[in-house]
């Protein structure tokens, strides 16, 4: 099994990193690294796990994820390709001093944040065009558009926060997470008991409980509704089929139960949901 802590490779004189991950290095499980994460979607889409949130990827989607920060990227289908050009970099590459300077003030409080976020609208187009000079850049320009960049990450109020102060208790992942959430892809549209989750992490149920929770910061079952809630996110706004349909496709047997779920986590209905996503497409497009 993996672990948790994953090193990042630097080439040599160069300080950061900024490259493309294509499949089958787009295909990393649950981890995380010290350094700061800013990631572009460049092809496929699936699962976004980033602390407790549980969420939709596509193509074009950029995140940006705190240092030590778990999180993992399950494309939705494993013969799918994967591929994200992604940058990364240890806030002590400017400097404590540095970073004191008035004029950083912003970059600054941006690096002590321990969040997981989501760049939105006209920002996530700058953000996407600067990364993609980064990658060919080399020296002293890569550090004059790294600030550049970071600068209008912190000045802009056009990201969603999808996480807060999520803390990771271990400093290597136990090998029982791996085999939970890859069990847990594979069967959560389908019904699902503590007894067979807990024999997969040979475990008792209690021990289980605590072992999930402490790890992922949720219970099992919180988790399994994020998964479905995802799942018919998708169809709501990747297809034409019919609400039911997409109840009982998403692993519901009682569209009461999907309905009450749905609107806890998203704070509408699923027809709210594919209304509001189908305006925002037409604004896109006007």
Same mark, same amino acid.
């Given at each position: 099994m993996k672990t948790l802590i994953q090193k990042i490779h630097l080439d040599e004189h160069q300080s950061f990193a900024c490259r493309s991950y294509r499949t089958p290095n787009f295909e990393t499980n649950w981890h995380k690294h010290e350094e700061f994460e800013l990631i572009l979607i460049t092809e496929g889409h699936g699962t976004a796990m980033i602390g407790d949130y549980i969420g939709e990827f596509k193509t074009g989607d950029i995140y940006f994820i705190a240092g030590n920060l778990p999180h993992w990227f399950?494309?939705?289908?494993? !013969? %799918?390709?994967?591929?994200?050009?992604?940058?990364? =970099? !240890?806030p002590a590459i400017l400097g404590n001093d540095f970073l004191q300077l008035p004029e950083l003030k912003n970059v600054s409080q941006l690096l002590k944040k321990n969040d997981g976020t989501q760049i939105?609208?006209?920002? !996530?187009?700058?953000?996407a065009t600067m990364l993609f000079e980064l990658e060919g850049l080399s020296g002293f320009e890569r550090m004059g558009l790294l600030l550049n960049?970071?600068? @209008?990450?912190?000045?802009?109020?056009?990201? @969603?926060?999808? +996480?807060?102060?999520?803390?990771?208790?271990?400093?290597?992942?136990?090998?029982?997470i791996e085999k939970i959430i890859d069990f847990s892809f594979k069967r959560y549209l389908t019904p699902v008991t503590l007894q067979q989750?807990?024999?997969? &992490? &040979? %475990?008792?149920?209690? +021990?289980?409980? /605590?072992? =999930?929770? !402490?790890?992922? @910061?949720?219970?099992?079952?919180?988790f399994i509704q994020d998964l479905r809630i995802s799942h018919a996110c998708k169809l709501l706004t990747n297809s034409n089929k019919p609400v039911m349909e997409i109840c009982y496709e998403s692993g519901y047997n009682s569209w009461a139960h999907f309905s009450k779920q749905f609107r806890h986590v998203k704070k %509408?209905?699923?027809?709210?949901? /594919?209304k509001e996503f189908e305006g925002k497409a037409i604004a896109a497009d006007g």
């Open positions: 399950k494309k939705q289908h494993h !013969k %799918m390709t994967g591929c994200s050009l992604v940058l990364h =970099f !240890k939105q609208t006209t920002l !996530k187009e700058e953000i960049c970071l600068q @209008k990450l912190s000045a802009s109020p056009h990201y @969603k926060t999808l +996480t807060r102060n999520f803390a990771s208790s271990n400093e290597n992942i136990n090998p029982a989750v807990a024999e997969v &992490a &040979a %475990m008792s149920i209690p +021990t289980f409980c /605590r072992f =999930f929770k !402490k790890n992922i @910061k949720k219970t099992y079952f919180d %509408m209905t699923p027809s709210q949901y /594919r």
